[in-house]
């Protein structure tokens, strides 16, 4: 039995709501992707992971707040599904692929946990929402990052989705994607990308994808403005060298994680590096530290 959002989910309040739509396309991304592709199962897990502890660390705040007379009981099932995913990140890291009977019991929980036990946290949360509106407002993304706009370019739809998950958990919602990196190039020569993230290993070469963009007279419309990152599991110096003189703002370690993602968008945007002009090309310039 897969799992999908239906409305009969809905707790009544929109932020819990959101992050649950969020967990459960994490699960059924879980389900339904390769077992061989340890690479893609191990970020697929630790965000899952990385965002189920964002997701009850606010719902627990909201309890808190609003002096929530079941928080203890709530946070008790929270513990017992961080139990589950820590089993699984071990099993997962020891070799063993996610099984039938994980899948299930991670289903099972959290729709029980929704239709029972956040259903009743909604309707106490809808009732302090009118007694005291300021009790129940979520902490707010990183409103310089959140209007951005993202070109995702890989191969794998599953990888793709993954990254969907990571910018939505991000409030990123402008997203486009492309499977390969002429498919990309032609979306830059039309509309302007805020960030463009393209695994190095997509068909075509994302390296010199990057060379393609940075040139003055490729047509893409921002060379200069737009930040490219660079998803990579071992990445070595050589290798590090040639992106970097390639134009990439940084590279981002394989597994993925939602806080790495969400650094290095923080990062380039409150204080971005300088650009120049190289040779036809605008490249990155980087600061060197004070001595």
Do not use: C
């Amino acid at each position: 039995m897969g799992i999908a959002w239906d409305d009969k989910l809905s707790v009544g309040y929109t932020p819990i709501d959101d992050d649950h739509k969020i967990l459960i396309e994490q699960i059924a991304l879980l389900e339904s992707s390769d077992r061989s592709d340890r690479n893609l199962l191990t970020s697929i897990i630790q965000v899952l992971g990385d965002y189920t502890a964002e997701h009850f660390g606010r719902e627990e705040t909201l309890m808190a707040r609003t002096n929530y007379g079941q928080a203890e009981q709530h946070k008790r099932e929270h513990t017992i599904f961080i139990k589950q995913l820590s089993d699984l990140r071990r099993r997962h890291e020891q070799g063993e692929a996610p099984g039938h009977e994980t899948l299930e019991f991670l289903k099972l929980w959290l729709t029980k946990h929704i239709l029972k036990t956040d259903k009743m946290l909604g309707a106490h949360l809808q009732a302090a929402m009118r007694q005291s509106p300021g009790a129940t407002a979520m902490p707010a993304q990183d409103t310089n990052i959140r209007h951005l706009k993202v070109l995702l370019v890989d191969d794998q739809l599953n990888f793709r989705a993954l990254m969907r998950n990571v910018l939505k958990s991000l409030a990123l919602t402008d997203v486009e994607d492309a499977k390969d990196t002429e498919e990309a190039l032609s979306r830059l020569t039309t509309q302007s990308f805020d960030v463009v993230i393209a695994d190095a290993n997509v068909p075509t070469d994302a390296v010199e994808m990057t060379r393609r963009i940075r040139s003055l007279d490729s047509g893409v419309l921002n060379p200069r403005a737009v930040v490219i990152l660079m998803p990579e599991e071992q990445p070595d110096q050589p290798w590090l060298l040639k992106v970097t003189e390639a134009g990439v703002h940084d590279v981002l370690l394989k597994p993925l994680s939602i806080d790495a993602i969400r650094t290095r968008l923080v990062r380039h945007f409150q204080n971005p590096l300088p650009m120049r002009e190289a040779g036809g090309r605008v490249v990155v310039e980087r600061r060197r530290k004070a001595k």
